[in-house]
C-alpha cells in the first residue's frame, strides 16, 4: 500500500508549496522510493485549458494531452517522471463527474452532498494514482488553508487518513515567518493561526515548513514546535534558496525526507550524489549568455515558466548563466532601431495565441536569420518563421496564418483540411505527444542524435503542406514531419548557424541534469555567436 503525503499552504500565496512537495519528492526518490504526485485545484474550472496565462501562469501539457497547471512542470523536473492528466483534478472536474453520476442517477434517489459525495470523488482521484507500482505519492492540495473552497478538500484529506492507516499518510503544512522590520524580528504568529485554522478542520500537521528570508533560530523553531505542537525535528526552516535547485539539499539537511521516512516508517538511505553534483554544476554556470524571450505575456513571466527552465538547464549543460532579456513582442519594431535585439546572443519565440504582437515577432525572426543570432521558434514561434520567411524570402508579402488573417491570399499556416468546417474550437486542438520523423543530416535531427523523437503539442493551425517545395527550393528545410508526411514538425533555414522552429513544445520535456536537445544546442549556438558579438565590439572599440 503506497504511503501518502498530503502538502498544505497557509498564510500566504505563492509560498513554493509545489517546489517544496517536489524537492521532497525528488529526496524521496533518491532513496530508491518511486514517487508519483498530483495537484488538487481549488478553482472551478474544470481544466486548465480556458484560463489565460495572466491568471495562473503557463500551461502545462502532459504526454496524455492533459493542459494543466504549471505545478505538474516542476514535479515533471524535479522527480524526473513524466506525469498525466489524471495527476490534476480541479473542484471544477470533481462536480462534473459527481453531477454526471447524478444524472445518471447513480446515487439510487439520496441527496448529494459535499460529504459523503464530493469527498469521495476527491478521495477516488487521490487513490487512482496510487497504483501497484508506487511507494508514494505527494498529493498538493491548492490554495490556502482558510480559504472557502479549500473545505472539501481538507476534509477529505482528515478523512484519508483514518482510511489509509495512521503510518501511511504525512500532513506537511507550508507557511511563512515574515521577518517584521521595524522590530527586526521573525514573526511565528502567523504560522500559528494557519496551524490552529487547520486543526479546527481536524488535521494536526506532522511537518511545518517554514518559508523565511533568513534562517530561523534554534529558539524560533522550538516555539513554533511548542506552540503548533509539532515534534521540534519536524520544523523545517527552508530559507531563501539561491535558486530553486538547492532546495531538496536545503530541506534534507533540515532533516525533511528523515522526519517524514521515520514517520512514515519507511527504511533506506539516501543518495544525494547526483543532485549535488548538479547543484554544483548550477553554481560553476557563470558564463553569461543573453537570450531575448520574445512574448506577448512578458509581464507574468510565470507565463513561460517551462522555456525559462529549459534555457537554464540547457545553460548549466555548458557552464553559462542564461540573462534572459524579456521583449514585448508589441514593441519589436521599435525595438528594430533602439539596438536591442544587437545586443542579444540568442532568440526564443514562443508559444501563444491570438494576432497581438504577431508582427513583432515576424520582425525579430526576420532580423534573427538575417543577422545570423540564434534563433528557436516553439509552436507559434515556428508559425511566424514560416510567414516571415515566405514574405521576406519567397516574396509572398501578405504571407499570413489563417489564425491572424483569415482572407489571405497565402496562407501559409492553415488549418488541418478536415478542421476548417469545425466551430467548436474547443475540441479540434492537438493536445499531447506525437511522434515525428526526421530528417538525417539536419541541424535538428544532429541536435537530436536521433531520427524519431516524440514531442508534446498544443495547437490548431499547421503548416500549409502545398507550399512546402515553394519553401525548400528557396533553402527552408522541413527537418522533420510526422510520421505520415502530412504535418510539418520542424524547420530550419539552410545558410543559419542556428534558425529552428518547432511545431511542439519541447520545453515540457527538459530536466535540470538532461537538457533538451534544441535548447542545448540553441545555448552552444548563442555561446558563439557571443563571442563573435563581443569580439566584434572589441575590435571596434580598438
Ligand atoms: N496559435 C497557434 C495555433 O493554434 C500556436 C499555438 C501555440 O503556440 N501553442 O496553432
Redesign the pocket.
Known amino acids: 500500500m503506497p504511503k501518502h503525503i498530503f502538502v498544505t499552504g497557509g498564510v500566504a500565496s505563492s509560498l513554493g508549496k509545489g517546489l517544496t512537495a517536489s524537492s521532497l519528492g525528488r529526496l524521496l526518490k533518491m532513496r530508491g522510493l518511486r514517487v508519483t504526485m498530483q495537484n488538487l485545484e481549488t478553482y472551478i474550472n474544470v481544466d486548465r485549458g480556458n484560463i489565460n496565462p495572466f491568471e495562473h501562469g503557463e500551461f502545462f501539457v502532459t504526454d496524455d494531452g492533459g493542459e494543466t497547471d504549471l505545478d505538474l512542470g516542476h514535479y515533471e523536473r524535479f522527480i524526473d517522471e513524466n506525469l498525466t492528466r489524471s495527476s490534476n483534478a480541479t473542484t471544477g472536474s470533481i462536480y462534473q463527474a459527481v453531477l454526471a453520476a447524478e444524472r445518471r442517477g447513480d446515487y439510487l434517489g439520496k441527496t448529494v452532498q459535499v460529504i459523503p459525495h464530493i469527498t469521495d470523488e476527491i478521495k477516488r482521484r487521490i487513490r487512482r494514482i496510487a497504483t501497484e507500482d508506487t511507494d508514494v505519492v505527494i498529493t498538493e492540495v491548492g490554495g490556502t488553508v482558510g480559504d472557502i473552497e479549500i473545505l472539501p478538500f481538507l476534509e477529505a484529506i482528515r478523512q484519508f487518513r483514518n482510511e489509509a492507516g495512521r503510518d501511511n499518510v504525512c500532513y506537511l503544512h507550508v507557511t511563512l515567518v515574515p521577518f517584521i522590520g521595524p522590530s527586526g524580528e521573525q514573526k511565528t504568529k502567523p504560522t500559528q493561526h494557519s496551524v490552529t485554522e487547520l486543526r479546527s478542520r481536524g488535521i494536526q500537521p506532522d511537518v511545518i515548513v517554514c518559508r523565511s528570508e533568513e534562517p530561523l533560530s534554534d529558539g524560533l523553531k522550538r516555539k513554533i514546535s511548542n506552540m503548533c505542537d509539532v515534534d521540534m525535528r519536524a520544523v523545517i526552516n527552508a530559507a531563501d534558496a539561491r535558486n530553486i535547485y538547492e532546495l531538496p539539499l536545503i530541506l534534507h539537511e533540515e532533516g525533511l525526507d528523515g522526519f517524514v521516512c521515520d514517520l512514515l516508517r519507511i527504511e533506506g538511505e539516501v543518495d544525494l550524489t547526483s543532485w549535488e553534483s548538479l547543484v554544483a554544476q548550477v553554481d560553476a554556470s557563470t558564463r553569461p549568455v543573453r537570450i531575448g524571450l520574445i512574448g506577448k505575456y512578458v509581464e507574468l513571466q510565470d507565463a513561460y515558466l517551462s522555456v525559462v527552465e529549459s534555457l537554464k538547464h540547457a545553460g548549466f549543460h555548458h557552464s553559462a548563466k542564461v540573462e534572459i532579456d524579456w521583449i514585448q513582442a508589441e514593441d519589436v519594431e521599435g525595438l528594430l532601431a533602439s539596438g536591442r535585439l544587437d545586443a542579444l546572443d540568442g532568440m526564443v519565440i514562443p508559444?501563444?495565441?491570438g494576432p497581438r504582437g504577431i508582427e513583432g515577432k515576424i520582425a525579430a525572426a526576420a532580423y534573427a536569420r538575417e543577422n545570423k543570432i540564434p534563433c528557436l521558434g516553439?509552436?507559434?514561434g515556428m508559425?511566424v518563421m514560416t510567414i516571415e520567411y515566405a514574405r521576406h524570402v519567397l516574396g509572398l508579402s501578405d504571407a499570413n496564418s489563417t489564425?491572424f488573417e483569415p482572407s489571405t491570399t497565402n496562407p501559409v499556416i492553415d488549418l488541418m483540411t478536415d478542421q476548417r468546417d469545425v466551430t467548436d474550437k474547443g475540441g479540434t486542438m492537438r493536445l499531447g505527444a506525437y511522434y515525428a520523423v526526421l530528417q538525417p543530416g539536419t541541424k535538428v535531427a544532429e541536435a537530436y542524435g536521433e531520427t524519431v523523437v516524440s514531442e508534446r503539442h498544443?495547437?490548431?493551425?499547421e503548416f500549409n503542406y502545398n507550399y512546402r517545395s515553394r519553401f525548400e527550393d528557396a533553402g527552408f528545410v522541413c527537418s522533420g514531419t510526422s510520421p505520415d508526411k502530412r504535418l510539418v514538425e520542424f524547420v530550419e533555414a539552410k545558410d543559419h548557424p542556428f534558425w529552428i522552429g518547432t511545431q511542439a513544445?519541447p520545453e515540457f520535456k527538459s530536466r535540470p541534469d538532461r537538457p533538451h536537445p534544441l535548447f542545448r544546442e540553441l545555448i552552444s549556438a548563442s555561446l558563439a555567436h557571443r563571442e563573435v558579438r563581443t569580439g566584434a565590439t572589441t575590435a571596434q572599440k580598438s
Open positions: 508559444g501563444g495565441f516553439l509552436c507559434l508559425q489564425e498544443r495547437h490548431r493551425y513544445h
